[in-house]
């Protein structure tokens, strides 16, 4: 019989390289920074525009909350899609939890980073 530890490195290793896993992460990780400099730019937009800005662009900080928005649901569906992905290949029900918290978390910290780092120049 198979130890314990060598089974699960022989399926997560499947998993990753033969299944196509690592692509399909770091392509939704591609996504999700993509969409939170989105939110962030929109974020920017709507709350850190200058007296100048705001007077040639009346309806910026509209646009900055329609942009950020945008972000959001671009987000939201790059989070359904990897869950549906999780689904098709019948992963535990608390790693799809743990999948949603992880993507939420990170997001936001991501969102947060651009915005400083803007702010910050």
């Known amino acids: 019989m198979e130890p314990w530890g060598k089974r699960m490195w022989r399926d997560v290793s499947s ?3 033969d299944n196509e896993g690592l692509d399909t992460l770091f392509s939704h990780a591609r996504n999700m920074l993509t969409c939170a400099a989105i939110i962030a730019a929109g974020l920017y937009a709507a709350h850190h525009m200058g007296p100048q800005a705001a007077l040639s662009l009346p309806n910026a900080h509209i646009a900055g909350y329609i942009v950020a928005g945008f972000g959001v649901a671009m987000l939201g569906l790059n989070l359904l899609d ?3 992905r999780l689904a098709k290949r019948r992963h535990p029900l608390l790693l799809r939890a743990l999948a949603i918290f992880v993507y939420v978390v990170l997001s936001v910290r991501l969102t947060q980073v651009i915005v400083y780092f803007r702010s910050a120049v």
Do not use: A
Request: glycine share 16%; charged share 35%; no cysteine.
């Open 15 to 17: 998993e990753l390289f």
């Open 82 to 84: 990897g869950l549906r």
